[in-house]
Structure formats: structure tokens, C-alpha cells
């Protein structure tokens, strides 16, 4: 059974790093698009980073104008994980950050779009 396992989550204060990391079993996801998403309390889920990747063409990146430039996604296929580092958070960084996987098509803005979910991590960012 495929699963999907964040860790990485925590309290820091503003200006701070953390590096998200999920950890994918159950199947091979080289060939997934993986994505990062977050829910704040009271709001949507919505996108944080997508990466996609093919063997001719390698890894390629998509990230929401809120954290480009501060958020790196990366995929280490032989491992099997992904990660998102994010630096120099701010407080409206604060939220639920959810790992998924989609099977099929390009990158995604849409959460349905996803096949495979994790149960999140908790990231806070204290001013």
C-alpha cells in the first residue's frame, strides 16, 4: 500500500529554516509529480511547490509567488523522499504542510489532482 510520511515540521521563529521530508513506500514515485501544500487554520489547502521528473529532461520546479525565492523543493528518487526547505519563514508561513503524490499529468495547482497524501506536519512560525 502506497503511503506518504512527513517529518521535519516544528516551531521556529521568524527569519528561521526548516526542512520538511517525505518519505514515500509502498511503490516507486520516481516518475510522480510531488508536490508540497499547506493549510492554514480557517483557509484552503493550497500550493506550495510542485517537482516534477524525467529522465531526459531531469527535475522541474514549480513554487507559489508567497514563498519563491525563500522554499526549495528536491527529490532524491533512490531514497525515495522529498523535501522542502524553507528559509527566512514568516509568521503567515504558519500552517499544516501535507506531501502528495499525482501519478499521472504535469504539475498541479488543484489538490484533487493528487493521488496520494500524508498526514502533515505542523509548522509554526512565531514572530
Known amino acids: 500500500q502506497a503511503q506518504l510520511v512527513e517529518s521535519g515540521g516544528g516551531s521556529v521563529q521568524a527569519g528561521g529554516s526548516l526542512r520538511l521530508s517525505c518519505a514515500a513506500s509502498g511503490r516507486t514515485f520516481s516518475t510522480y509529480v510531488m508536490g508540497w501544500f499547506r493549510q492554514a487554520p480557517g483557509k484552503e489547502r493550497e500550493l506550495v511547490a510542485t517537482i516534477s521528473w524525467t529522465t531526459y529532461t531531469g527535475g522541474h520546479t514549480y513554487y507559489a509567488d508567497s514563498v519563491k525565492g525563500r522554499f526549495t523543493i528536491s527529490r532524491d528518487n533512490a531514497k525515495n523522499t522529498v523535501y522542502l526547505l524553507m528559509n527566512s519563514l514568516k509568521p503567515e508561513d504558519t500552517a499544516v504542510y501535507y506531501c502528495?503524490?499525482?501519478?499521472?499529468?504535469?504539475?498541479?495547482?488543484?489538490?484533487?489532482?493528487?493521488?496520494?497524501w500524508g498526514q502533515g506536519t505542523q509548522v509554526t512560525v512565531s514572530a
Open positions: 502528495a503524490a499525482r501519478s499521472r499529468g504535469g504539475s498541479s495547482y488543484y489538490a484533487n489532482d493528487y493521488d496520494y
